[in-house]
């Protein structure tokens, strides 16, 4: 199936450094997502971004929806052991009622403490 | 509040042997439902998705299928399992309509023997 692209794929830091990764799309969304899936259990929403140029922040994440609406960044900063994960962003296109999400490849992130 | 339910947390099966998978929904009413599956290596891609009783779209060609008997219950079957089977299962529910995120259920993790 269809899939964003979504870099980098692993990020390995210490403890108190600042994260980066965003997704591109060759196509147009109305509303970007980002779920943070910890070992063995579902994606859990983070942060969802509704309007192209929007920045939205939760705690130390922000996420921007670019202003081409073909791509979106998660920053995190001051990272700690917990935020230890996989990182996923995904893409929801308008014009039904369907919902569907298309999801990015994922960003595995270790921190070291 | 809105809670989703998936059960068993894991399975392991022969190949061959039928397979039924349940979700339930609670705290929401005529939610959409998804069942997405993750192999190793992280990628989520959509299943089937259900707009109302009895309505179900599959997104991929298949040895699974899925049914809806009640507004908030999702079940994904199989008759005859296949080694390729085997993966992460995820059930998740929105709102209807236009735009919103999903949200996911614990996982169901399948070994196909």
């Known amino acids: 199936g269809q899939q964003l692209n979504q870099s980098p794929q692993s990020m390995f830091i210490q403890e108190g450094e600042d994260v980066s990764m965003n997704c591109t799309s060759s196509?147009?969304?109305?509303?970007w997502l980002w779920y943070k899936q910890d070992p063995g259990e579902g994606p859990v929403l983070l942060i969802a971004?509704?309007?192209?140029?929007e920045l939205t922040s939760n705690g130390r994440l922000t996420a921007q929806f670019g202003i081409t609406r073909k791509d979106s960044f998660l920053n995190i900063s001051a990272s700690i052991p917990s935020d230890v994960g996989i990182y996923f962003c995904?893409?929801?296109?308008?014009?039904?009622?369907?919902?569907?999400?298309?999801f990015g490849t994922g960003t595995l992130l270790a921190v070291q403490p | 509040s809105q809670t989703i339910h998936q059960w068993p947390a894991t399975l392991v099966q022969p190949v061959g042997s039928p397979l039924s998978l349940e979700c339930t929904v609670e705290?929401?009413?005529?939610?959409?439902l998804y069942w997405y599956r993750q192999a190793a290596g992280r990628g989520l891609q959509l299943l089937f998705y259900?707009?109302?009783?009895?309505?179900i779209s599959s997104e991929v060609p298949q040895n699974l299928s899925a049914s809806r008997p009640q507004d908030r219950q999702f079940i994904l079957s199989s008759k005859k399992l296949l080694l390729s089977d085997s993966g992460f299962y995820l059930c998740a529910w929105s709102y209807r309509g236009l735009g919103g995120p999903l949200h996911f259920g614990n996982g169901t993790r399948l070994t196909v023997t």
């Open positions: 259900s707009v109302g009783i009895g309505q």
């Open positions: 196509s147009i969304f109305n509303t």
């Open positions: 971004l509704y309007k192209a140029g």
């Open positions: 705290g929401t009413s005529n939610p959409n």
């Open positions: 995904a893409g929801q296109l308008g014009g039904g009622a369907t919902n569907k999400l298309i």
